[in-house]
């Protein structure tokens, strides 16, 4: 495994963003002499302002000399959106995070060397060859191979729905847990830490791991994993609210209402133990973020504090 090691001496979350706008700015094509100026200006300005230029010097070094071909298109090519924001997260991790952070299956990459991908945020649809329809939530990550003998999805990362139209061929999702086989319907597969959770809504599915095979009835989900098939369980429409740009919370925890949306902004946003357990309902519309998050204090008794966009955490409310 390649890894990029930094120092543990940790640089300001706010310091190590500007850091990273500098770097992008500068490698993304002609920059003025005012600009170079002002980023001299903005090194000498403060000690902790020429560590942190230091560190992401280091950095820089460091992912030019990965072998990967996805960490050099993310530092060659910052102009592009997905690589941009690739290379920032690249960058804001190594800087912040301390001790080592692994590459070679790092998101952005997996993100930058598939077929098809969404960045953070970015939801999208396209028809594959056979007529098919595919929506990628967001970060997600897939390869396509259709021939005259297969019609295959491997899926990476992320979050998809198919609406697979039949054929002689069947049409197989393949995850990192297991594999998903329809001769045609309508189904959403997501990429877990551990397994994957495969809801249909129409037509068939089976589901294939470790010798075991189960198939979903319409209006069924069950999680796959290398080893077993969980029994599966009713699911709700609700969970499709991501192809509407919504996010639907019924009664749901404000710890996993946050790890939701946290899905679909970069960074980090969490809660205080003390506010985890509070539940909160309502339709939110995923293309603001921070608007979403400036509404919580008016539905719940709880503070947001932004140390910088990239570091989110909801606090209680402070009495008195």
Not at 125 to 134: I, K, Q, T, V
Not at 209 to 232: E, M
Request: with cysteine.
């Amino acid at each position: 495994m390649n890894l990029l090691s930094v120092d543990r001496n940790r640089i300001a979350p706010a310091i190590a963003e500007q850091a990273v706008e500098w770097l992008v700015e500068l490698q993304g094509g002609e920059v003025s002499e005012q600009r170079r100026q002002a980023w001299q200006d903005w090194r000498s300005a403060n000690a902790e302002h020429e560590r942190a230029w230091q560190r992401i010097e280091a950095v820089n070094v460091g992912l030019r000399g990965l072998e990967s071909p996805a960490a050099l298109a993310a530092l060659g090519a910052p102009a592009h959106r997905s690589r941009r924001e690739a290379l920032k997260l690249l960058m804001l991790c190594a800087m912040v995070g301390g001790g080592a952070i692994s590459l070679r299956n790092s998101e952005p990459l997996l993100v930058l060397r598939s077929d098809e991908s969404t960045s953070v945020g970015e939801r999208r649809a396209l028809r594959l060859a056979d007529g098919s329809r595919l929506e990628l939530n967001t970060a997600s990550a897939v390869d396509i191979h259709f021939d005259a003998g297969q019609r295959l999805i491997e899926m990476r990362q992320g979050e998809i729905l198919v609406d697979g139209v039949a054929d002689s061929r069947p049409l197989r999702i393949h995850t990192p847990q297991g594999l998903i086989e329809s001769r045609g319907g309508r189904f959403n597969v997501r990429v877990l830490d551990r397994s994957s959770r495969v809801s249909l809504f129409a037509g068939s599915a089976d589901l294939l791991a470790d010798g075991q095979r189960q198939s979903l009835l319409p209006g069924q989900q069950t999680n796959l994993s290398p080893t077993r098939i969980d029994t599966p369980d009713s699911v709700s429409e609700d969970s499709l609210a991501w192809t509407r740009g919504m996010l639907v919370a019924s009664h749901m925890r404000l710890d996993d209402f946050l790890a939701e949306l946290g899905r679909y902004r970069h960074g980090h946003l969490s809660c205080a133990p003390q506010v985890a357990g509070l539940l909160i309902s309502g339709s939110y519309p995923l293309d603001n973020t921070e608007r979403i998050l400036a509404m919580l204090p008016k539905a719940l008794p709880v503070e947001v504090h932004s140390l910088t966009r990239y570091w989110v955490k909801v606090h209680p409310r402070a009495t008195g």
